[in-house]
């Protein structure tokens, strides 16, 4: 199975500045369609996820620009250019390339 | 409005089972992929399975196979997890969800709770 390595655990932020969560795969996300299925979740307290970020880069319908996504192969970036109160909660990366899907341990973002 | 509501949890012994359903509305639920991912108390996301569209394929988490099966009801729109020989580490609330990964809107149950114990 793909290993998904996400880091920092935690991530303390101070609000209007950037932030930026790191996620590793044990292989390479490209898939034979020549997609990379790489995908971001935030995960408000108390909340269902929500998909942010789809195919490394592409922002879902009502998610702030100030959400972006890079990354290929097997190291992928979510990064918050101002972080809002809104924001906090815990943030996983996906991936949908390989069977089984797998999830990122999960990065909580939490105001300093 | 969109909706996926889960229902069918609560408790069960060790070795036990529980059906769970997803009853889907607001979208073409017979045109599309489902999942039912899980999540322990107090931690992570984890996937459980997949069903496309039509029911013709079908994946699993290691963790679940060969005891739980995902089905589906396009007529009904409604999604299922039948889930057996149930382990203490099944112990989550469960969530149903439209196109993980589809270029399409994505949409999430509020979770229906699992509690494996004696």
């Known amino acids: 199975d793909v290993v998904m390595t996400q880091s920092p655990l935690s991530l303390p932020v101070t609000l209007g500045q950037p932030a930026s969560i790191s996620c590793r795969s044990s292989q390479s996300l490209v898939h034979s369609d020549g997609n990379t299925y790489l995908i971001w979740f935030q995960q408000r307290p108390g909340q269902s996820p929500r998909r942010l970020i789809y195919k490394v880069s592409n922002r879902d319908s009502g998610v702030p620009d100030r959400f972006s996504g890079s990354g290929s192969g097997t190291d992928f970036t979510l990064k918050i250019s101002r972080v809002e109160a809104e924001d906090v909660g815990v943030y996983y990366c996906m991936q949908a390339t390989h069977w089984p899907v797998t999830f990122g341990g999960g990065t909580k973002v939490e105001v300093k | 409005q969109v909706q996926l509501v889960e229902s069918g949890g609560g408790v069960v012994q060790p070795g036990g089972s529980l059906r769970l359903s997803c009853a889907a509305s607001g979208f073409t639920f017979g045109t599309s992929g489902m999942h039912w991912v899980r999540q322990a108390p107090g931690k992570g996301l984890e996937w459980v399975a997949f069903i496309r569209y039509d029911g013709r394929i079908k994946n699993y988490a290691d963790s679940v196979k060969g005891r739980f099966t995902i089905s589906r009801d396009n007529s009904k729109n409604t999604l299922f997890l039948q889930m057996n020989s149930l382990r203490r580490e099944d112990t989550a609330l469960y969530y149903c969800?439209?196109?993980?990964?589809?270029?399409?809107?994505?949409?999430w149950g509020q979770g229906t709770m699992v509690t494996v114990s004696s």
């Open positions: 969800a439209k196109g993980l990964a589809a270029a399409a809107p994505v949409y």
